[in-house]
Each structure stands twice: as C-alpha cells, then as structure tokens.
C-alpha cells in the first residue's frame, strides 16, 4: 500500500503563486508515475500534470503550460506542482496519485493510488 498526502493549497490572487505538495509513504518504491488532477464543482477531474519518478520525464496538460511545473524529489518520494501565474479557471480540489504501471498513465483510472485533496482558490 501507499499513502499520499497532499499539503500547500490555499487562496491565492489571480496572477499569484502557489506550490502543492504530495509526500508518498509506505511502499512508495512501487511507483513508476505521480501525477496531479483537479476536479472543480460540477465538473469531471481533470489531468494536470505527470512525472516519471525514475527519468524525471513531465507531461503538462495543455491549460497549464507555461504556468504549472510538476518536480519529485525521490529522496524523500516527494513531488510538488508549483503554479504560477495563476486564473480564477484554476480554482478547484487538486489531487495528488501514484501508478504502478509501467507505461504512461493516460487516465485517472490508470493511477493506483490517491490523495484526499487540498482546495486552491484563486480570486479575481
């Protein structure tokens, strides 16, 4: 098993800056991906942004590019998504999963394992 926890949402001005961590424990040597969703209300969880703990290798969603950076930290199974720039469009509960696959997750039914959320709020 392993257990995510999710830390650093908040409100934020739009234009500021936040930064979201997710340490990973247990059996944290099992996975190959991290991965960032947001789900707003009323809406599906979307994809924000991956990385392969291994390469390093990033894959942004197209409505944070430029804006967000996903980073890990493998000595302490940490990764973090710093957001800049950041929208009132933003504003939603983002969580933070772990794959165990060895290919690419694609979708949210892909990841094993989830955090419990941390709310980002952004003002206009």
């Known amino acids: 098993q392993v257990q995510l926890v999710e830390s650093g949402g908040g409100l934020v001005q739009a234009g500021g800056s936040l930064r979201l961590s997710c340490a990973a424990s247990?059996?944290?040597?099992?996975?190959?991906?991290m991965g960032w969703f947001r789900q707003a209300p009323g809406k599906e969880r979307e994809f924000v942004a991956r990385?392969?703990?291994?390469?390093?290798?990033?894959y942004n969603a197209d409505s944070v590019k430029g804006r967000f950076t996903i980073s890990r930290a493998n000595a302490n199974n940490t990764v973090y998504l710093q957001m800049n720039r950041m929208k009132p469009e933003d504003t939603a509960v983002y969580y933070c999963?772990?794959?165990?696959?060895?290919?690419?997750?694609?979708?949210?039914?892909?990841?094993?394992?989830w955090g419990q959320g941390t709310q980002v709020t952004v003002s206009s």
């Open positions: 999963a772990a794959s165990r696959r060895s290919y690419y997750p694609v979708t949210p039914g892909d990841y094993d394992y």
């Open positions: 990385i392969r703990m291994s390469s390093g290798s990033i």
């Open positions: 247990g059996r944290a040597a099992s996975i190959y991906t």
